[in-house]
């Protein structure tokens, strides 16, 4: 099918020869965040801005798919940003949960149950235990020498880095700079919708624009920044090979889509099924190549 189906999953079937069954149990989006809400992670509209991760390290009980997250210092500040921070914790864990329900992948799990997101740093020596890494309001961060080299010799061994949520000019200059410091030789491109990580579980017809909550309301332009980000795109930085390195989402904030599930049922229908499709092939993608 063209779109993931917001409604429980027991009618989606996955792409021929795909490796990971799709979970057949009926599931709802719906985030349970009562685990987060009580340890307070949220302010207003959820949001917070943090200094730290809310754990140190790297899950208790590895054994399956632990998100990474970025964390990054922010060097300059976009409208609506939080730094590294942006869309964190729930972005992250309604992906993970969403990821062991819609495939057979196991994921990591915290002491306590919870799944396997973290934080960690570009020169983090743990970097090396995470499949991969994800940065929202990746136009504000700004990297170390010693993150810059470390970043570049885990993306040259195997790593993945997957930005998000930076919009306009001036975002994409900034972070595109930092990604010419961490790997000079390669071009950034425009990833092209033949591309097969566009069909590797679900089928993914065009990138969406998704925007903050916030900023949304229904018939309102989901551009953040008018005209200057009117349109949404995938870019990706290659290696001689073709395996992708990094991969950025411009113009929109797929993670919001994940992060919000649970808070307005008009912005989930309207962005969390397109959010969840993206997601999940992106994460399949990793582990396959």
């Not at 062991?100 to 990591?108: D, G, I, M, Q, Y």
């Not at 994800?134 to 136009?139: E, R």
């Not at 920044?225 to 949404?232: F, M, N």
Request: proline share 8%; with cysteine.
């Amino acid at each position: 099918m063209d779109r993931l189906d917001p409604r429980p999953m027991t009618r989606i079937a996955p792409r021929p020869g795909f490796l990971f069954a799709l979970a057949v149990c009926g599931v709802a989006f719906v985030a349970d965040v009562s685990p987060l809400r009580a340890q307070g992670y949220f302010g207003r509209y959820g949001e917070s801005s943090r200094s730290r991760p809310i754990r140190e390290g790297l899950p208790d009980l590895p054994g399956g798919f632990t998100f990474c997250r970025l964390w990054y210092t922010q060097v300059r500040r976009e409208p609506g940003g939080l730094g590294w921070s942006t869309d964190y914790p729930r972005a992250d864990r309604n992906l993970t949960l969403r990821l062991s329900e819609l495939t057979l992948t196991p994921v990591a799990r915290w002491k306590d149950g919870e799944p396997g997101i973290a934080g960690v740093r570009a020169d983090d020596p743990d970097l090396y235990r995470c499949p991969f890494l994800f940065a929202s309001d990746a136009g504000t961060a700004g990297f170390e020498t010693a993150e810059v080299e470390a970043l570049r010799e885990y993306l040259l061994k195997g790593g993945f880095l997957w930005v998000d949520d930076f919009w306009g000019n001036r975002a994409w200059a900034h972070f595109t700079g930092e990604m010419a410091r961490v790997l000079p030789e390669y071009d950034v491109i425009d990833l092209p919708m033949e591309h097969p990580l566009y069909s590797i579980v679900y089928r993914v017809p065009k990138i969406p624009q998704i925007t903050a909550l916030q900023f949304w309301y229904p018939g309102a332009s989901t551009s953040e920044r008018g005209a200057e980000s009117a349109e949404p795109r995938i870019y990706a930085i290659l290696d001689e090979n073709g395996r992708i390195l990094v991969l950025m989402s411009h113009n929109t904030d797929i993670a919001d889509g994940w992060e919000r599930e649970g808070d307005n049922s008009a912005f989930f229908d309207a962005f969390s099924p397109d959010a969840y499709a993206i997601g999940i092939n992106v994460l399949v993608w990793i582990m396959t190549h």
